[in-house]
């Protein structure tokens, strides 16, 4: 498990980074082909880190159904930030037909939905910082709601408080250290917690 863990702080990290800085970037030069490259992939890295937070806290069923709905949103929003950050950058003013909206909005309402139902699971837990926590179910809703926004301060601040939250709940995985010994992980499935 120490393995899954290392992997999903390092994907995490990553993808905060990778939508953090592009952006910072997109804050006074607007979005880019390189911006947008980076942005569009960075969704894929965060699938990992996920499982690594699920992984590091108590089973409960609010957990196990937030893991489940986040997961399986992130993997629709993540395709759809995909499309749009990556193919349809390219294209001048898509005219997108009326099934693939309804399916870019419904996969927004699944990861919104699934990204609160996580937090607030993270958040019981008492496992995960509370701040980045919190961040996760206030943020990264309305991130995934912001992004049909045109790109404004207010949309590159909000890049950098989702990304921040990420890097910061992925760095929260790390092992915690004994004075007088290596890391450990502490095993969270038998707690007391379980709801």
């Known amino acids: 498990m120490n393995l899954l863990l290392r992997f999903g702080a390092i994907s995490g990290a990553l993808s905060g980074l990778f939508i953090a800085l592009p952006g910072a970037v997109e804050g006074f030069v607007g979005e ?19 499982t690594a937070l699920y992984l590091k ?14 997961f399986v949103g992130l993997g629709l929003f993540g395709a759809a930030a995909y499309a749009l950050n990556i193919v349809l950058f390219h294209l001048d003013k898509p005219v997108l037909a009326a099934p693939t ?31 980045p926590a919190w961040a996760y179910a206030i943020a990264l809703p309305v ?43 502490i095993d969270h499935r038998a707690s007391p917690l379980r709801t």
């Open 32 to 50: 880019t082909t390189a911006t947008s490259l980076v942005i569009g992939v960075s969704p894929a890295l965060a699938a990992p880190l996920l």
């Open 57 to 70: 806290q108590p089973r409960t069923t609010l957990g196990a159904v937030g893991y489940v709905v986040n």
């Open 101 to 131: 909206v309804i399916m870019l909005s419904a996969s927004a309402l699944i990861f919104a939905v699934g990204t609160v139902l996580f937090a607030i699971s993270m958040i019981r837990s008492g496992v995960h910082p509370k701040i």
């Open 143 to 185: 991130f995934t709601f912001a992004a049909r926004l045109p790109d404004t301060p207010l949309t590159s601040a909000l890049h950098v408080v989702v990304g921040g939250t990420l890097v910061w709940l992925a760095l929260s995985l790390r092992p915690e250290r004994t004075p007088d010994g290596p890391a450990r992980q």
